[in-house]
């Protein structure tokens, strides 16, 4: 009797103990998984306050301030003819972020390309289309924000650079205009990722990147999720069946979009490799939250 009651009894003990380890475990295991949720979350907090490197403030102070922005969905608009009659106006504008390039405009095409801007990044050449509609771009679009590009000789600091200094004179004409430019380090950070994805040296095969790649790499910057709208693939103008538009949508009459890409990307110096851009996009979008719309890409 007496030993049937002490197993009894250590039966009960060990019973007790396994349940204070169980409780303990459940409870540690439930620490661990906060702790882990929590941890995912300062780490997705800090890529969202973590500003993009590379775009510094047009100033005529030091150029220390940088761009700081986060997009949830960003819709890139394409300035190509594959925007007539794509009526998907509404749908760019209710993005959280809309990007255009260059001089594309709104006015007019509302109905395929939307109505707001909230960055829009220029090349160099471009820059001085907006400088001569500087109230529109300047004043009236203060909203916007701008990101120019463009080789050292055009954009260096110290006097020089021939359209720094044009649009310096915009932003002590207009104080609340945002300017930023590319700088020359994340110039070359672009060059290495087309080498990159490439094999190919861009300078070494006399081709420059295009308003395109570098609109492509703020998106990636900035953005979470991408909709790219009115970009073609890069096998679109082989494919026999593709449809002819001029090369921007508000240029009908100059020359067709595929012409000029295979111009360019045969071109021995001074042209943009177009197409295979559109082929590094392709690989992009299988590593990232992107999307192409109108029309719609095979990947």
Not at 35 to 58: C, E, F
Not at 100 to 126: C, F, I, Q, W
Request: charged share 20%; glycine share 6%; hydrophobic share 35%.
């Amino acid at each position: 009797m007496c030993i049937t009651t002490v197993a009894y009894c250590c039966f009960i003990c060990l019973s007790l103990q396994c349940f204070r380890w169980l409780s303990l475990l459940s409870l540690s295991l439930t620490l661990l998984f906060w702790i882990r949720q929590m941890v995912k979350r300062d780490i997705h907090v800090a890529l969202h306050i973590t500003r993009p490197s590379g775009y510094a403030r047009i100033s005529d102070r030091r150029m220390d301030q940088y761009l700081d922005i986060h997009c949830n969905y960003c819709a890139l608009v394409s300035s190509s003819g594959q925007m007539l009659g794509a009526a998907v106006g509404d749908e760019i504008d209710i993005n959280e972020c809309v990007i255009r390039m260059n001089n594309a405009p709104t006015v007019g095409y509302e109905k395929d390309v939307g109505s707001r801007t909230t960055l829009r990044v220029v090349s160099h050449t471009s820059a001085p289309l907006l400088i001569k509609n500087e109230h529109y771009y300047f004043n009236e679009s203060a909203n916007t924000t701008y990101v120019f590009w463009g080789p050292e000789r055009n954009m260096r600091q110290d006097g020089k650079g021939r359209v720094f200094n044009a649009l310096l004179k915009m932003v002590k004409k207009y104080p609340e205009a945002k300017l930023y430019a590319v700088t020359k380090e994340k110039i070359q950070y672009c060059d290495n990722v087309f080498q990159n994805e490439t094999g190919k040296n861009r300078m070494k095969t006399g081709a420059f990147l295009s308003t395109g790649f570098f609109t492509m790499i703020l998106a990636l910057d900035i953005c979470d999720s991408i909709n790219v709208y009115g970009m073609i693939d890069n096998n679109y103008c082989s494919r026999a069946n593709h449809s002819v538009v001029p090369y921007h949508y508000y240029e009908s009459k100059l020359i067709n979009e595929c012409r000029m890409y295979n111009v360019h990307e045969n071109t021995k110096r001074g042209g943009h490799r177009f197409i295979t851009e559109k082929a590094i996009y392709a690989k992009w979008a299988t590593r990232h939250k992107m999307q192409f719309k109108h029309p719609s890409w095979r990947l």
